[in-house]
């Protein structure tokens, strides 16, 4: 079935450090692929987002390219913000199902 | 515009005992899914809705679990005689749905679940 693996964490960074999170899929037919953020205490919030191949979902700073020949969807942020604390999950939802399969989730720490 | 909302917020019941979490979507959102957040699974999904039908319950853990949807909007998650291990975080969400693809899904705040 579909699945999405992402990097474990945590992973703690200084300010203004350069932050990748690593994230992998496996799908049948052609998914959409997200990052949601919940910060501490919060719901999830939809970050970016790609529909198709190529794409490159970009938001707050944070960017993620749809790569379909190596079937990843990697996060990326230039500089981190104390502010960009929480934990991250990679998302695949089915073209075939309408369900959002979520990876384990990648906690972010970022000290000042 | 109100976004997707979730009551109550916190609950603690005894073991064995019955609980109904409520969901209510975006109003014009026609797909309503119900995950379930733990420390030892993520998140999971448990079911979702196209209008009032369910075609899709394959999550649900135990026929402990049920779930409805009247009117289009309102849900109802339930569970019977709750175990510790049912303690989570129940997290609603509601999309936009055309046919069988399904556009992004907002997420509401979340129940928290405790059995005690």
């Known amino acids: 079935g579909d699945s999405v693996t992402q990097m474990e964490g945590p992973v703690t960074l200084s300010e203004e450090a350069f932050l990748t999170i690593n994230c992998t899929y496996t799908?049948?037919?052609?998914?959409?692929l997200f990052w949601y953020v919940q910060y501490p205490g919060e719901g999830l919030q939809l970050l970016l987002k790609?529909?198709?191949?190529?794409d490159k979902g970009s938001n707050k700073g944070f960017e993620a390219t749809y790569r379909k020949e190596t079937t990843s969807f990697h996060l990326e942020k230039g500089s981190v913000q104390v502010s960009d604390s929480a934990v991250y999950f990679c998302?695949?939802?089915?073209?075939?199902?309408?369900?959002?399969?979520f990876g384990q989730g990648t906690t972010l720490q970022v000290k000042p | 515009g109100a976004g997707v909302s979730q009551s109550p917020s916190n609950k603690v019941t005894e073991k064995g005992k019955d609980v109904e979490l409520r969901c209510d979507p975006i109003?014009?959102?026609?797909?309503l899914y119900w995950y379930r957040q733990s420390l030892g699974q993520g998140l999971e999904f448990l079911i979702y809705?196209?209008?009032?039908?369910?075609?899709?319950k394959s999550g649900l853990p135990s026929d402990r679990f049920s779930a409805e949807r009247t009117g289009g909007s309102v849900s109802t998650l339930t569970i019977q005689r709750t175990q510790q291990e049912d303690s989570a975080v129940y997290l609603c969400?509601?999309?936009?749905?055309?046919?069988?693809?399904?556009?992004?899904?907002?997420f509401g705040p979340g129940t928290r679940l405790t059995v005690t």
């Open positions: 969400a509601s999309s936009l749905a055309t046919g069988r693809v399904s556009l992004e899904q907002y």
């Open positions: 799908a049948t037919g052609y998914p959409s």
């Open positions: 790609a529909t198709k191949a190529d």
């Open positions: 998302a695949l939802l089915s073209s075939n199902t309408g369900k959002l399969i």
């Open positions: 109003s014009g959102h026609t797909a």
């Open positions: 809705f196209q209008g009032n039908s369910a075609p899709d």
